[in-house]
């Protein structure tokens, strides 16, 4: 671990634990997905891999996020917000799943992670 990893690691381990520090909080410029969703099937517990298409909103908001393969899905990257997630495939029946709140957090959003199991037709 370098100076500057075990640097942020201790200012973000003072901020969980509420104390106070005159460091300034040492945020990462990685992008963090809101949602990480893995679309599976429900019978069998096997990711699906084709044909999945992903639909994110939150009000006049809305994404269709590619596939990150192996049937994930990351959207809504540093946004926190309220969401409605909706996934279709022609083999199986509409997935949905309302008010999934992404927080944000000291310095990248809180990633919320779903598992959505389609049912066959």
Do not use: K
């Not at 909080?25 to 990711?47: K, N, R, S, W, Y």
């Not at 927080?103 to 959505?116: D, K, L, P, R, W």
Request: hydrophobic share 45%.
């Amino acid at each position: 671990m370098n100076t500057r990893t075990v640097a942020a690691s201790l200012a973000g381990m003072a901020v969980l634990l509420g104390c106070e520090t005159a460091d300034p909080i040492a945020c990462t410029a990685q992008v963090v997905p809101g949602i990480a969703l893995l679309v599976v099937d429900a019978a069998t517990g096997a990711p699906v891999l084709d044909s999945v298409t992903v639909a994110v909103r939150d009000g006049d908001f809305e994404e269709f996020p590619e596939t990150t393969g192996s049937g994930g899905f990351h959207a809504v990257h540093e946004r926190p917000g309220t969401y409605e997630v909706a996934v279709t495939h022609p083999r199986f029946e509409p997935w949905e799943r309302d008010g999934l709140r992404v927080e944000a957090g000291v310095c990248h959003v809180t990633t919320v992670g779903v598992t959505a199991e389609l049912v066959a037709r």
